[in-house]
Nanobody, 119 residues
Framework: QVQLVESGGGRVQPGGSLRLSCAFS????????MGWYRQSPGKQRELVAL???????NYTDGVQGRFTISRDNAKNTMFLQMNDLRPDDTAVYHC?????????????WGQGTQVTVSS
């Protein structure tokens, strides 16, 4: 069974930086596509950044150039470096893991970590 645990959230002023981590416990981390999603009150959960098992990356338009997603397969951990944070980046950030294996989808979510950007 896979468990995902996020850390690194907090409160920061506009323009500041945070680095989120997602610790993956379980097997075959390197086979999973990993992603960061966020959800703020009254809004739907949205994809922020994605890193595939082959380390290809994709970002939503609003964070391109400010956020960087990465993974360390040796440590079963994924990261999100967030720079130049803005108030509208405020949300709960969730880690997500997904793998397709013989047409069966395995998908897991973390509990989330709060990021608050405010002066």
């Amino acid at each position: 069974q896979v468990q995902l645990v996020e850390s690194g959230g907090g409160r920061v002023q506009p323009g500041g930086s945070l680095r989120l981590s997602c610790a993956f416990s379980g097997n075959n981390f390197g086979l999973f596509d990993m992603g960061w999603y966020r959800q703020s009150p009254g809004k739907q959960r949205e994809l922020v950044a994605l890193i595939t098992a082959s380390s290809s990356t994709n970002y939503t338009d609003g964070v391109q150039g400010r956020f960087t997603i990465s993974r360390d397969n040796a440590k079963n951990t994924m990261f999100l470096q967030m720079n130049d944070l803005r108030p509208d980046d405020t949300a709960v950030y969730h880690c997500h893991a997904r793998m397709l294996f013989f047409r069966k989808e395995f998908t897991y979510w973390g509990q989330g970590t709060q990021v608050t950007v405010s002066s």
